[in-house]
């Protein structure tokens, strides 16, 4: 059901159709009615240990870590100590039987998917990097950031750092959007304070010659990492990503990071088919690239399309949206949950959730209760907090954190997370402590 009536007349009211408001209550009813059932199945699966329909994959004696509560606990285990699942018989504090669900069983995917959780699920865009002394550390004794990418060794290390240090529920493998630019032969390098910067701009026709096809050869050093991040993670999804078509457009024909897009955007108005061509060889690339790494083992995707806020609902339903579309469907067979994100991108949340997306991301301009009449109805939402907010102190922090919460529950599923990246300053603490503040609020049962 696609709701354009809803993004551009309801958003404005703030009404909602009849028709969609009932559907959304039935949903919500049918949710609840799932969470009591599984509720009743855990605390009858806790009597009744050999009844456990999961195989058993560890047990584990000791005690149950800081918060853990009857029914759940942490696993510890060196590469990523202490997240939650689902445990079979606890005595005391004494964990004695543990239970990891399947990957595809995880709070994340189930979110995704718009399924009952035992708790919202978090994770962070930008938690590896400069925010976590580990990552500087790590970095500053190699090579350039392109180059840290393409080492398979250091992309699982950087990848994994932020789970040693958070209970966040996914992965993001440590990459960047212009990879595959640079895997095509594109003249880019990521230059540190600054970003992506461009040798020779894309501008005019004969340009598009240098935006070659991606061979998964070229990429082949993500088969490695993927692999052993999924074996390190064990349940705890890894998610894939991309730039998006408009996001790469920009950095390719601006040269380089760009407050307003004006070159791009001249060339989007000026040139609609030299446009068009540069978006659908991208579109290309970006496919080419998400599939190599759900292949390799990557369980959801994300499109990052950061700058596309700076069009118009129009200019994206003609410049962009169909190229958003054929990402989404050339991944719809892989069956792995589809994500898409933009900074500042309030009036395209419908479209951007229109292009096919299963979870669309908002940033902290739009609150979640509003953003779920603006997208689709079968679209859970990922956000929202202010990565600002994390610079405040700590009663701040918690109390916009459990309104984002609160507003969260109108979603059909809802992944929390920041309103964009991490900013460098913050401090991974507050980080760690949040994730666990998600965890404790948002717990059913
Ligand atoms: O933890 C993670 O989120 C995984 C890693 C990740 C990076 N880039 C690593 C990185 C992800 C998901 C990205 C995506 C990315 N890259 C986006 C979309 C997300 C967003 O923030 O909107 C964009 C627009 C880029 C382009 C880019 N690359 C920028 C704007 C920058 C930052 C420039 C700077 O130094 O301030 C980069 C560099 C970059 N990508 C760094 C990291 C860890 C910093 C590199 C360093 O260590 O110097």
Known sequence: MKNEASQEGTAASGAEPFGALAVRRIRAAARDAVVLLEQLLAAALAARPELLAHPVTSLTAGPAARGSRPGWTRWSHAARPGRWIPV??????????????PTKESPFLRACRRQPVPHTPVWFM??????????????KKRKSMLAACMTPDLVTELTLQPLRRYHVDAAILFSDIVVPLR??????????G????????????????????LEPSAVSYLVPAISSLVAELGSTPLIGFAGGPFTLASYLVEGGPSKNQERTKALMYGDPRLWHALLARLTDI???????????????????????GTLSPEDYRAAVLPHSKRVFEALAGTGVPRLHFGVGTGELLGLMSEAGADVVGVDWRV??????????????????LDPAVLLAPWDVVRQRARDVLSRGRAAEGHIFNLGHGVLPE??????????DFVHEESARG
Do not use: H, M
Not at 183 to 192: C, L, Q, R, Y
Not at 198 to 204: A, D, F, S, Y
Not at 367 to 384: K, M, Y
């Open 367 to 384: 609150s979640l209760d509003e953003a779920v009449r603006r997208v689709e109805i079968g679209t859970a939402l990922q956000g929202n």
């Open 88 to 101: 079979g018989v606890s005595r005391g504090c004494e964990t004695i039987i543990c239970v990891t669900a």
């Open 126 to 139: 930008r938690q590896a990097g400069r925010s976590l002394p580990e990552y500087r550390a790590a970095r």
């Open 183 to 192: 895997a095509v032969g594109v003249d880019v390098d990521i230059k540190p």
């Open 194 to 213: 600054i970003g992506p910067v461009i040798g020779k701009p894309v501008r005019r026709e004969a340009d598009l010659a240098r935006l070659r096809a």
């Open 426 to 435: 913050t401090d991974p603490d507050t980080l760690a402590r949040l994730a």
């Open 286 to 308: 970006t496919i080419a690239f998400l599939q190599v790494q759900v292949s390799a083992g990557a369980s959801a995707v994300q499109l990052f399309d950061s700058w596309v």
